[in-house]
């Protein structure tokens, strides 16, 4: 009866330590990672997609009021010049460290890193494309608002194909 006790004591014992090991070796893993802090990392995502939405919906209001045969210019203007002014941020919403695999769903694709002159080059072309745009709107020119919309769609879809995965991974 004692031996056996003692048996099942030893493998309740030996059940606790690789449970503990294998705790210890993800908690290490985890740790050395190249980006130290996964909550920095979250918030470094979240405050980029954030951006990226309001980028959308200035955009989405924009391309609205161009659809109309009397547009409202305040509105455009507004539009315009918020997408100007988060075209021109977008390089800084992509620290090293804040792509994939820290845990934190990101379409954000490696390559961004890995080939920085063509990311930044494509930020480049986004930023140019609404300083274009802010200035054609006080021109009240339909016709060539909508020139110059198509024109900054296209540097987002272009980015996009390059740098945005289709689906978000950890
Ligand atoms: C220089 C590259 C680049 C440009 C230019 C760019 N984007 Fe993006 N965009 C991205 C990347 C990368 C993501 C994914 C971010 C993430 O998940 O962390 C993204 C995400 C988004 C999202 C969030 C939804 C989703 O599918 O992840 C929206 C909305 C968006 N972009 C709209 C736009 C619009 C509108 C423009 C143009 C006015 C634009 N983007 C220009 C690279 C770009």
């Known amino acids: 009866m004692a031996v056996s006790a003692n048996a099942n004591d030893a493998g309740r014992r030996r059940t606790w330590l690789i449970g503990a090991a294998l705790l210890i070796g993800i908690a290490t893993s985890a740790g050395a990672a190249d980006h130290p802090n996964p909550a920095e990392v979250a918030q470094l995502v979240h405050a980029r997609q954030d951006h990226f939405h309001a ?63 063509a990311f930044a080059s494509a930020a480049k072309t986004l930023s140019t494309r609404a300083q274009d745009l802010a200035q054609i709107v006080a021109s009240h020119d339909p016709r060539a608002l909508r020139l110059s919309a198509r024109a900054l769609g296209q540097a987002c879809g272009s980015c996009h194909h390059q740098f945005r995965a289709h689906s978000s991974w950890w």
């Open 55 to 117: 980028l959308g919906k200035a955009t989405k209001s924009l391309r609205e009021q161009i659809g109309r045969a009397n547009p409202d210019w305040a509105l455009v203007a507004s539009d315009a010049n918020q997408i100007e002014r988060l075209a021109a941020a977008l390089p800084t919403w992509f620290p090293a460290g804040s792509g994939r695999g820290h845990g934190i769903k990101t379409k954000a694709r490696a390559k961004i890193w890995a080939q920085p002159q």
